[in-house]
């Protein structure tokens, strides 16, 4: 029997061109950006509520299912694609364009900061 052949990478090219596609076959259409930005509200919501009760000092309700992480975070990328499509945003090069912005500006301040000491 052979092994079950992997995925292949996904870029966030590819992801935004497979979401548009996804959108314009299954989803009928984007939702405009406002009806977006509350759905990207919801997901980030619900990575919130299961990161509470499972790693923070939050419990869970009797019989609450918390969902699953992954699949969750998967729901605010695909959401942020869909606004990135929307606003005509390649993410590849807004991200390497914001971790450049980052290494820049913090070249020093992590590795300075005493809150982020092991000890």
Same mark, same amino acid.
């Given at each position: ?5 992997? +995925?292949?990478e996904l870029t966030l090219r ?16 984007? %939702?405009?950006?406002?009806?977006? /930005?509350?759905? /990207?509200?919801?997901? #980030?919501? +619900? ?7 499972? #790693? ?6 009797? $019989? +609450? ?9 998967? $729901?605010?990328? %695909? #959401? ?17 364009k914001n971790l450049e912005k980052?290494?820049?500006? $913090?070249?020093?301040?992590? /590795? ?8």
């Amino acid at each position: 029997m052979s092994s079950p052949t992997p +995925e292949p990478e996904l870029t966030l090219r590819q992801a935004q061109m497979d979401v548009d596609q996804w959108i314009r076959t299954i989803g009928v259409r984007y %939702f405009n950006e406002m009806t977006n /930005l509350a759905q /990207l509200v919801e997901e #980030v919501g +619900e990575v919130a509520r299961i990161l509470s009760r499972t #790693v923070g000092e939050q419990s869970s309700k009797p $019989d +609450e299912s918390l969902g699953d992480l992954g699949d969750e975070l998967a $729901d605010v990328l %695909f #959401v942020t694609i869909c606004l990135a499509n929307q606003s005509g945003i390649d993410l590849t090069d807004a991200l390497h364009k914001n971790l450049e912005k980052k290494t820049k500006r $913090d070249a020093t301040r992590h /590795l300075q900061n005493k809150k982020l000491d092991s000890n």
